[in-house]
């Protein structure tokens, strides 16, 4: 090969390279990050778990033996339902015990009052002494705080006795139970049952710094159509489910950030008529703003 034709075939390569140098770029595809950043913006997902809107521990009020237990481990139960039952026995004879004193404390009123009336009609005459007559006046009264004394302690009893009888302060499903017939329960002690409410269920979540201030703004600014922070729609997604079927909003969100971890929690709250929802399930909640105008 001659130098000529080496020269030539070296600098073809430069000669198509400074030849692309010099064409302009193409055009950026900017559809992608535009979309994904509408998104984000339009939608924020969070990772949560579904509490009950009521939980109650049912205790015994009263101490004694467990006589009868009236429910079904599992069931639903209804507000007012009866559900345990305590030895009544006890609280029976203490009633009629506290019925006796208070019949008692009112005959004593009675006899005070009338010896009252007689000694203030002899003092008229002064046929007794003002120390006689001041006498009866404080037995009058004494009778009748012995009187108002044996009412309250009388309505004690009665109260202890309605005790006996365990209903459900609330709707919704109730657990197993932890204590069996025969066995001695203690007041405000022993845990019988546990009441979760069904109807409605709560979702809570935590949400990062950043987004709970930018949602903060956007309601501020009037770009979401939601009165308030607590009103934005939340969406939610069970496991194995497609899409998020279930439709609920935001009623809660808390007074302080957590420091540590850098999040806020908030709480959703869902329709669950049909039962489908119970606690401690995972849930993937997406709040939107789709609705911003």
Known sequence: MSARSLCAWLCCPLLIVAAGAAADPPPK???RPATRAAADEAEHLFTGRT???????????????????????????????LLFEIDPRPYQAALAQADAALALAEAHVKRADSEFKRLKALLAQSAVSREEYD???????????????????????????????????????????FVDPGNVVKADETTLTTIVGKDPMYV???????????????????????????????????????????????????????????????????PNADGLLVPGLFA??????????
């Open 135 to 177: 006498r009866a006046v404080s037995d009058v009264d004494e009778a009748k705080a012995g009187a108002v004394l044996a009412k309250a302690s009388r309505d004690v009893a009665n109260l202890n006795l309605s005790f006996t009888k365990i209903t459900a302060p609330v709707a919704g499903r109730i657990g197993r139970r």
């Open 284 to 293: 993937k909640a997406r709040l939107t703003t789709k609705d911003a105008k």
């Open 204 to 270: 809570y979540f935590d949400v990062d710094e950043d987004t709970y201030l930018n949602l903060r703004r956007a309601v501020r600014d009037g770009k979401i159509k939601a009165g308030k922070l607590e009103e934005l729609p939340v969406a939610v997604r069970l496991s194995g489910e497609e899409g998020f079927p279930h439709k609920g909003k935001l009623d809660f969100v808390d007074n302080r950030l957590d420091p540590a971890k850098g999040t806020i929690r908030m709480r959703a709250v869902l």
């Open 29 to 31: 595809d900017n559809s």
């Open 51 to 81: 509490e009950a809107a009521a939980t109650v521990d049912i205790r015994a009020r009263v101490t004694g033996y467990l006589d009868k237990v009236s429910f079904k481990e599992g069931a639903d139960v209804k507000q007012g339902d």
